[in-house]
């Protein structure tokens, strides 16, 4: 005849196993609802940001804002590239860190690549990127007319 203590020990584990997967499983199913939940909102922030990319190029004719979305592509940087984009404007590199907003320093250290420009600095880059040396000057004019600076004699 089995023993007493041993009959109730084996069944008092197995209502314990019983009830405590029971109060699991509630958990289990409420976690995979929130997971699906959030899961669905991450899609519709992205999908939303892109939508507000796309208004803003297109109603202010304006860069897109940097975000700091790590998902968000990131625009590409290297020393020589900026050294030559730089002589192809025409520009010295004090004239370059004044359109760009920085010190001359800043793009002597990343031209030597002892520093690396910031996101801001790097969209700013980006836009350069599209203007010839005309609109380089220009700007530059612009710039150094609202600045009050006078302008360096080359």
Known sequence: MPNLGTVLREEISRLS??????????????????RGDIAALKRQVVQLQRQVTLLSRKLL???????????????????KGLRSQRKRLGLSQADLGT???????????WESESARPRDEQLAKLAALRGIGKRGAAEKLKRLVGTN??????T
């Open 17 to 34: 196993r019983r009830e405590s997967r029971r109060q699991v499983n509630a958990t289990k199913k409420t976690t995979a609802q929130h």
């Open 61 to 79: 004719g304006a860069p897109p804002a940097v975000s700091s979305d790590p998902t968000a592509k990131r625009v590409r940087f290297a020393a």
């Open 99 to 109: 359109l760009l907003g920085v010190s001359a320093q800043s793009i002597y250290n």
């Open 148 to 153: 009050g600076k006078t302008q360096r004699k």
